[in-house]
């Protein structure tokens, strides 16, 4: 792999993304859930950071049965991919995006009655009629038709005859929190608002609230179809305890040691000099930096992986570079391959290490991970 970076004139940084590894988790959570049970593998935001044009292709041929984006703009890159089957934008539909969604097909979450107004009269001036996913606010506070207004906002939004009301869904806020009561009032409201409906002669085919963690935890939120997202790319959220799916992580973060010197004792490393050498040291320059998406808060904290051992970063981490304390590694060489993310022998370092350090979540990490770095698929 370096070779074809260095044949190619890249900096020795790059990540591989392991579609085979993506294939085995999705049908890892296929035979995990129930037979009826449908998939919308959620591959906004880049996919994570994993690439969505690739990562997309592969869980059509897996066999998803929808896919979700943020952003209209997201759509429309799949759809010029080649990509047809059903694709849902969470984010709605802004003004002046109307024609998109009805070029693309693409499937607007409606949470307000002037995009729906919007998406109706352009729906009606085509002359076709659009499908949409109407969202409850359950217990978000961001998107979503409260469930007290529910009912006179359905009773304007069906005098619409342009749309097609296809799915009812909301969103879990505290899925992954160990007070599993918060998600169980989200539930009890989203059923409320369900039967509410119904009894106004209001059904909707496809109803859908579960994402990777309520799919581990709330086996009665999958209704007709599920949301998995960080499931897909390999890890489990937090709180979700075992290992019932076997996933995998399907990125690995790699670069090389540009540079390998001896420095003696007492030489301040990196921008304000935040670590000194207490020894003489073998001290190695990475050419990767926060720029990148490798965060400072890991400067002096953070470890790669080298030769199948760890390795500690040193000094603070700059923009294009970052600096390993080597000196126990005599062996190490310049052009030595350097895990970021991913395993070497038998250490590993996850998203999940660098968001405990980064006081965040691994999502942040993986969507950070910038994209200068090059992705390549193994």
Excluded at 120 to 143: P, S, W, Y
Excluded at 224 to 230: I, K, N, S
Aim: charged share 20%; proline share 6%; glycine share 8%.
């Amino acid at each position: 792999m370096f070779q074809q970076n260095a044949s190619e004139g890249r900096r020795p940084t790059w990540v591989e993304v392991s579609l085979t590894r993506l294939s085995q988790n999705f049908r890892a959570l296929r035979h995990y859930l129930s037979p009826d049970t449908r998939i919308l593998s959620v591959v906004k935001a880049d996919a994570y950071g994993h690439g969505s044009v690739l990562v997309a292709r592969t869980l059509v041929e897996a066999g998803t049965d929808q896919l979700g984006v943020a952003l209209a703009e997201e759509g429309v890159q799949l759809r010029e991919a080649g990509i047809s089957i059903p694709i849902l934008v969470f984010g709605g539909c802004w003004p002046g995006q109307e024609s998109l969604f009805l070029r693309h097909q693409l499937t607007p979450v409606a949470s307000d009655m002037n995009s729906l107004q919007r998406l109706a009269a352009a729906a009606e001036a085509a002359g076709t009629q659009l499908a949409v996913h109407l969202e409850v606010d359950t217990g978000m506070g961001r998107l979503g038709v409260s469930p007290r207004d529910i009912v006179p906002f359905m009773e304007k939004a069906r005098q619409l005859p342009s749309l097609r009301w296809e799915g009812l869904m909301t969103h879990f806020s505290c899925a992954d929190d160990s007070r599993e009561e918060l998600t169980h009032q989200q539930l009890v409201r989203f059923t409320e608002v369900m039967r509410t409906l119904e009894e106004r002669g209001l059904r909707f085919d496809i109803k859908h609230a579960a994402n990777s963690a309520a799919i581990l935890r709330f086996p009665a939120s999958w209704f007709y179809m599920v949301r998995p997202g960080l499931l897909l790319y390999g890890y489990y959220p937090q709180n979700c305890a075992g290992d019932p799916l076997h996933v995998e992580p399907i990125l690995q973060w790699k670069t090389r040691v540009a540079l390998l010197k001896e420095v003696p004792a007492g030489v301040p490393l990196g921008y304000g000099g935040t670590s000194i050498t207490a020894r003489h040291s073998r001290i190695a320059t990475l050419p990767v930096g926060y720029h990148d998406g490798l965060s400072r808060a890991l400067s002096n904290q953070g470890q790669v992986l080298i030769r199948g051992r760890q390795a500690p970063l040193v000094g603070t981490i700059s923009m294009d570079m970052a600096l390993v304390d080597l000196t126990d590694f005599p062996d190490a060489r310049a052009g030595d391959e350097v895990i970021l993310l991913g395993t070497s022998g038998d250490f590993r370092i996850t998203a999940w290490d660098h968001a405990a350090i980064r006081n965040t979540i691994p999502y942040e990490v993986l969507c950070n991970i910038h994209p200068r770095v090059p992705r390549l698929y193994v």
